[in-house]
């Protein structure tokens, strides 16, 4: 029996076979390129405030050691478990071979709820999650990253614990860090940027001006935050937004720069507005012209693809679109244009690499130089997974998981099967 199961695995491994089947992969390749290479489980115990002593779970799963050091972010969220880790170690996978760099995919997480820690706690488990993952990681094995949950300080921790054990600074093992601690500039914004970057080429591409267009967000952390004010920069009307919170919805839009204000007061979403609140469910179906899914997995489904009322979709989320979901969204290709989340989101892996070539080079980068060579990838993957899609008739998920499996698929076929 598996150790992966649970709902997001099963959909990494659909959406698997839907590629494998597209590319006519023959059945006894196939778990070679979608089984996990390594995962590992640990126990994390920490002092709490109160004097208690409590374990938290944590997770690392490394998916394939093919083409370089495995990379990928690390989620501390209290559902993970992990399927869930092993889905989105997958993901990476495909994600950064359709970017060309030079990493298999990982993911890591805690089974955690940050939000009901102190910042002591938060950074002993930080600490301690980091110390049981030594054997595993490092440098030109595996290198972690902030993903749902944690941020630039767990990097910092995370990079001067493993330091702590090497006896020198290893910036190199995390990336995501803050400047300060060796991290680089444009990291921050890298994901969401991209989110925006892209939602302007597929403006572009179906013939919609963005001044006056109208997006809703869903999720206003790292991603959707910089997504956010990436699209009204360029005038578009954030008129949907939400957060675990609340959901907001008004179509004469939000001023962005006073929603980042309240949220990094208070934390959260909630209490913005009194008047334009909406059931979280119901913010995915309103009127718009971009819908950008950048919190959890699974949200746009069966039940509501059917009833979405946009013209793109921008997954800046991992897998916020379930299979069934694709089989509606096939049909409705015409009416809506979807920029499939390995390629929309690949803004944070894509100035990662950078973050870590600028580390083990210790020669940084002007945060132009980083944005410039970012939109360049981008492009670059844009073209390579529109040019694919319209030559093979398919959508534009099947023709980025393609480039994607088929670049892992051909470099394990050359190295060959040891021994
Ligand atoms: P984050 O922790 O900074 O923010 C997550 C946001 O989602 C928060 O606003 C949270 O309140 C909200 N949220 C959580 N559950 C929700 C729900 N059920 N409905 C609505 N909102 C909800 O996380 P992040 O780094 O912004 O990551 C968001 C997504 O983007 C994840 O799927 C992550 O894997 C993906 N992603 C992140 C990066 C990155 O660089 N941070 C890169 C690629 C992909």
């Not at 490394?62 to 993901?91: C, S, Y």
């Not at 803004?347 to 130089?369: A, H, N, P, T």
Request: with cysteine; aromatic share 8%; glycine share 10%.
């Amino acid at each position: 029996m598996s150790i992966y199961s649970g709902p997001v695995f099963e959909m990494a491994r659909d959406q698997f076979h839907v590629i494998a089947d597209h590319l006519d992969i023959p059945l006894d390749e196939r778990d070679r390129l979608l089984l996990p290479k390594r995962a590992v489980a640990v126990s994390c115990p920490i002092h709490m405030d109160d004097g208690t002593t409590r374990v938290f779970p944590g997770y690392r799963v490394q998916h394939h050691l093919t083409m370089g050091p495995t990379k990928g972010g690390t989620r501390f969220a209290p559902n993970v478990d992990i399927g869930e880790i092993g889905a989105l170690a997958v993901w990476m996978s495909w994600k950064c071979a359709l970017a060309e760099l030079p990493y298999g995919g990982a993911k890591g997480g805690i089974t955690v709820d940050p939000a009901a820690l102190s910042r002591h706690e938060l950074e002993n488990l930080s600490r301690r999650y980091m110390q049981e993952m030594i054997p595993f990681v490092g440098p030109r094995v595996d290198v972690m990253a902030p993903d749902m949950g944690t941020n630039e300080q767990i990097m910092a921790w995370f990079m001067d614990t493993y330091s702590m054990y090497q006896g020198v600074t290893v910036p190199e093992i995390v990336t995501g860090k803050p400047v300060a601690s060796g991290g680089t500039l444009g990291r921050r914004e890298a994901t969401g940027h991209g989110v925006a970057f892209l939602s302007f080429r597929a403006m572009e591409k179906i013939g919609v001006e963005p001044v006056g267009a109208s997006a809703i967000i869903q999720g206003f952390g790292n991603v959707g935050s910089f997504a956010a004010l990436g699209l009204a920069e360029r005038g578009v009307r954030i008129v949907g937004l939400s957060d675990h919170t609340v959901a907001y919805y008004d179509p004469k839009g939000f001023d962005i720069p006073a929603v980042n204000r309240h949220v990094g007061a208070h934390g959260v979403l909630r209490g913005f507005s009194s008047e334009a609140v909406i059931d979280a469910e119901a913010l995915l179906t309103q009127p718009c012209d971009l819908l950008a899914p950048c919190a959890v997995e699974r949200v746009i489904n069966g039940a509501n693809a059917g009833q979405l009322k946009c013209r793109i979709i921008a997954e800046g989320a991992n897998g916020p679109t379930t299979p069934e979901a694709d089989l509606v969204l096939r049909q409705r290709n015409d009416e809506i244009f979807v920029i499939p989340d390995i390629l929309c989101n690949a803004g944070g892996v894509i100035v990662s690499y950078f973050e870590w070539v600028q580390d083990l080079q210790q020669y940084f980068w002007s945060k132009r130089e980083v944005m410039d060579r970012l939109e360049q990838a981008l492009d670059r993957s844009w073209d390579n997974v529109v040019r694919r899609a319209e030559a093979d008739g398919v959508s534009n998920r099947t023709a980025a998981m393609a480039i994607g499996v088929e670049k892992v698929r051909n470099a394990k076929i050359l190295r060959g099967l040891f021994p």
